[in-house]
C-alpha cells in the first residue's frame, strides 16, 4: 500500500498567540527566495510553525521556529533550518486526532545545533497553541482537497478468488477507482494552477505597491521643488523691495539737498542785502551760514546713510536668518571643521557667535582662550622650534607636535630640550 500523501503548511503566530497568515510551503519557499516580501513583518522575529497535514485535515508533524525578517519584510537570507528532515526525524508529540504527532521544538530538537532556532508551544489551558493549530487547520482556510477514509488492508491470507460471474463487478471496481485517481489528479492540478494564478495576482499586487509607493515619492520631490523655488521667489522679493526701499530713500535725500538748496538761496539772497549795509556784518553772516549749511549737510547725509545701511543690514539679516531657519527646518545641520577641536555642528543659535570669531568659538569648545589655541594651532601647523640661538636666528629643529590645545605650554611645548632646559634655568636664576 502506498504511503498516503501529506500536505505542507507554514503558519505565522501574532504577538497576542492568535494565527496571523498561512500559506502553502510551496508559498513560503517563494518567500524565502526573495521573489515576495512581507512588510507587515518589517525589522521583527515572528514565531512560526511547518506542519504535514493529511487529507483529513488531521497535524502529523509540526516543526516550531523563529524566522526573522528586516526592515523592508524579506526574510533572513542566512536562514537554513531543514524543516522536512526535522519532522521527519522529530519525537513523538501529543494525539491532536489522528494520532501522536512528531513534534520538534526548542526543548524536543532531533538536531541540536538548530535548537536555538526553534521555540517551545504553550500548553497552558485557554492558550494551548497545539490545540490552536488543530483548530485551524480543521477551518481549512488553506482549501485543502478532502479524502474519503482509506480502507483498511486485507492481509493475503484472507484474499479469496471471486467466481468468474463476479469478475465483471471487480472490472467495475477497477473502473471506479481509476475514474476516482483521475478526478484527484485533476483537482490537484487545479489546486496547483490555482496557486500560480494567486502567486502572479501577489506579484501584480507587489508591483502595484511599488509604483505607488515610487509615486509617492515622487509627489513629494516635486512638493520639495515648489517649496524651495518658493523660498527662492520670497528672496527675490526680498530684494526688490529692498531696491525699492533704497530707491524712495535716495529720492528723500534728493528733495532734502533740493530744500537746503533753496535754503542756501535764501540765505544768499539775506547775504545780498547784508551787503548793502556793512561788509563786516555780511562777512559774519556768510560765515556763519557756511558752518551751518556745511552742519546740515553732513548731518543730513550721515543720517540719511546710516539709515540706508541699517534699512539695508536689517533686510539681509533677517532673510539670511530665514534662510537658516528654513535650512535648519529642513533637517540640514552646519558642521565645521577646526584642528584640535574636530567636526563641530554649530546650532542655528551660534551661528552668529561663529561667524564673529571661528577660532574664539573653536577655543571655546577646547576649553582653552583664544590666545592659547592661536600659539598652539601655529604650533601644530609647523611643529619646530621657536627658540632663539646665539646668533639671533631661531632654531627652527623639529619637536615632538602636541595634539590638543589643551596640553600646550608656551615655551615649553614648542622648544627643542635644549632651549627648555635654557627656559627652566632662566625661570630658576
Known amino acids: 500500500m502506498s504511503k498516503p500523501q501529506l500536505i505542507e503548511a507554514v503558519m505565522f503566530f501574532a504577538d497576542d498567540g492568535s494565527i496571523s497568515k498561512q500559506m502553502f510551503y510551496t508559498e513560503f519557499e517563494t518567500l524565502l527566495d526573495g521573489l515576495v516580501k512581507m512588510p507587515v513583518f518589517a525589522d521583527q522575529q515572528i514565531r512560526v510553525v511547518?506542519?504535514?497535514i493529511n487529507a483529513r485535515l488531521q497535524i502529523r508533524s509540526a516543526v516550531f521556529f523563529y524566522l526573522d525578517f528586516d526592515e523592508s519584510g524579506a526574510p533572513d537570507s542566512g536562514w537554513n533550518i531543514p524543516l522536512q528532515q526535522l519532522a521527519e526525524r522529530a519525537g513523538r508529540g501529543p494525539d491532536l486526532g489522528g494520532g501522536p504527532i512528531r513534534l520538534a521544538c526548542r526543548s524536543q530538537c532531533p538536531v541540536s545545533w538548530h535548537q536555538m532556532h526553534l521555540w517551545d508551544p504553550s500548553l497552558t489551558a485557554g492558550n494551548n497553541d497545539l490545540a490552536l493549530l488543530r483548530d485551524t487547520v480543521k477551518i481549512n482556510s488553506l482549501g485543502i482537497l478532502l479524502r474519503e477514509?482509506?480502507?483498511?488492508?486485507?492481509?493475503?491470507?484472507?484474499?479469496?478468488?471471486?467466481?468468474?460471474?463476479?469478475?465483471?463487478?471487480?472490472?467495475?471496481?477497477?473502473?471506479?477507482?481509476?475514474?476516482?485517481?483521475?478526478?484527484?489528479?485533476?483537482?490537484?492540478r487545479q489546486k496547483a494552477a490555482q496557486l500560480v494564478k494567486q502567486q502572479r495576482e501577489r506579484l501584480a499586487s507587489l508591483g502595484q505597491e511599488h509604483q505607488a509607493e515610487l509615486a509617492a515619492l515622487s509627489t513629494q520631490a516635486k512638493t520639495q521643488i515648489v517649496d524651495l523655488q518658493g523660498q527662492i521667489q520670497a528672496l527675490h522679493q526680498a530684494v526688490r523691495q529692498q531696491e525699492m526701499l533704497n530707491k524712495t530713500l535716495k529720492g528723500q535725500l534728493d528733495e532734502q539737498l533740493a530744500v537746503q538748496q533753496s535754503e542756501r538761496d535764501?540765505?544768499?539772497?539775506?547775504?545780498?542785502?547784508?551787503?548793502?549795509?556793512?561788509?563786516?556784518?555780511?562777512?559774519?553772516?556768510?560765515?556763519?551760514?557756511?558752518?551751518?549749511?556745511?552742519?546740515?549737510?553732513?548731518?543730513?547725509?550721515?543720517?540719511?546713510?546710516?539709515?540706508?545701511?541699517?534699512?539695508?543690514?536689517?533686510?539681509?539679516?533677517?532673510?539670511?536668518?530665514?534662510v537658516l531657519e528654513r535650512l535648519a527646518g529642513q533637517g540640514v545641520v552646519f558642521v565645521?571643521?577646526?584642528?584640535?577641536?574636530?567636526?563641530?555642528?554649530?546650532?542655528?543659535?551660534?551661528?552668529?557667535?561663529?561667524?564673529?570669531?571661528?577660532?574664539?568659538?573653536?577655543?571655546?569648545?577646547?576649553?582653552?582662550?583664544?590666545?592659547?589655541?592661536?600659539?598652539?594651532?601655529?604650533?601644530?601647523?609647523?611643529?619646530?622650534?621657536?627658540g632663539?640661538?646665539?646668533?639671533?636666528?631661531?632654531?627652527?629643529?623639529?619637536?615632538?607636535?602636541?595634539?590638543?590645545?589643551?596640553?600646550?605650554?608656551?615655551?615649553?611645548?614648542?622648544?627643542?630640550?635644549?632651549?627648555?632646559?635654557?627656559?627652566?634655568?632662566?625661570?630658576?636664576?
Open 266 to 322: 535764501e540765505m544768499a539772497a539775506r547775504l545780498r542785502a547784508a551787503e548793502r549795509h556793512a561788509r563786516t556784518e555780511r562777512e559774519i553772516l556768510r560765515e556763519q551760514f557756511d558752518e551751518e549749511l556745511r552742519a546740515r549737510l553732513i548731518a543730513t547725509q550721515a543720517a540719511a546713510e546710516e539709515q540706508a545701511r541699517r534699512h539695508e543690514a536689517e533686510a539681509t539679516q533677517r532673510g539670511a536668518h530665514q
Open 336 to 386: 565645521v571643521f577646526h584642528p584640535g577641536a574636530g567636526h563641530l555642528t554649530v546650532p542655528l543659535q551660534d551661528v552668529d557667535r561663529y561667524l564673529a570669531s571661528p577660532l574664539g568659538y573653536a577655543a571655546s569648545k577646547c576649553f582653552v582662550s583664544e590666545s592659547q589655541y592661536r600659539q598652539w594651532l601655529e604650533h601644530y601647523q609647523r611643529p619646530r622650534c621657536e
Open 388 to 429: 632663539l640661538q646665539a646668533s639671533g636666528q631661531r632654531c627652527d629643529v623639529a619637536v615632538e607636535r602636541v595634539e590638543t590645545p589643551g596640553r600646550f605650554v608656551m615655551g615649553d611645548s614648542n622648544c627643542c630640550m635644549l632651549h627648555k632646559a635654557a627656559a627652566r634655568l632662566r625661570t630658576v636664576s
Open 50 to 52: 511547518y506542519v504535514t
Open 149 to 188: 477514509e482509506e480502507t483498511s488492508s486485507v492481509s493475503p491470507a484472507r484474499l479469496q478468488v471471486a467466481s468468474e460471474d463476479q469478475w465483471y463487478a471487480a472490472d467495475s471496481s477497477r473502473e471506479l477507482a481509476e475514474k476516482l485517481a483521475e478526478r484527484l489528479s485533476r483537482d490537484y
